[in-house]
């Protein structure tokens, strides 16, 4: 129990670490955007030629682009989490079933011992051994 947590504890902590830092490039390259938006339309209005305008407008796509770029990482990077705490979560759920179910029989082996003077081990050996006789049976 403690290992699962302690993964998924590293993962989350992994993961704001990730966050965290594409946040800071998406912040810079918002800041950038709107600069180079700012000085787009500052040219605008001066006496400036249409290959300033066409440069700065590449310039605003790039930023744009690489904005892009880093929101489709951002989303990545939850997804994977997601997938990630998923996986150690049923992986935890079947953990814990397994072991009430391994319990149960054991505490149904342990009563059946004592009130029968049997194990159901055997049990099920008789039962099996007993079907399979049946089925040599009709097989012949």
Do not use: C
């Not at 670490?17 to 800071?24: H, P, T």
């Not at 339309?41 to 249409?50: A, G, H, M």
């Not at 904005?67 to 989303?75: R, S």
């Amino acid at each position: 129990m403690d290992k699962h947590a302690s993964l998924i504890f590293n993962k989350s902590k992994q993961k704001e670490a990730q966050i965290k830092a594409l946040n800071e490039q998406i912040a810079v390259l918002n800041e950038k955007l709107a600069n180079l938006s700012a000085e787009y339309e500052r040219l605008r209005t001066e006496n400036i030629t249409k290959a300033d305008i066409e440069e700065i407008k590449q310039q605003i796509n790039i930023t744009q682009l690489q904005i892009n770029y880093l929101d489709q990482q951002l989303q990545i990077v939850n997804e994977n989490f997601i997938h990630a705490y998923n996986v150690y979560y049923k992986t935890y759920v079947f953990s814990i079933a397994l072991n009430i179910a391994l319990a149960g029989y054991i505490t149904l082996d342990l009563i059946s011992a004592t009130l029968f003077n049997t194990s159901i081990q055997v049990l099920i050996a008789k039962k099996i051994k007993v079907i399979l006789k049946k089925l040599h049976k009709t097989e012949k």
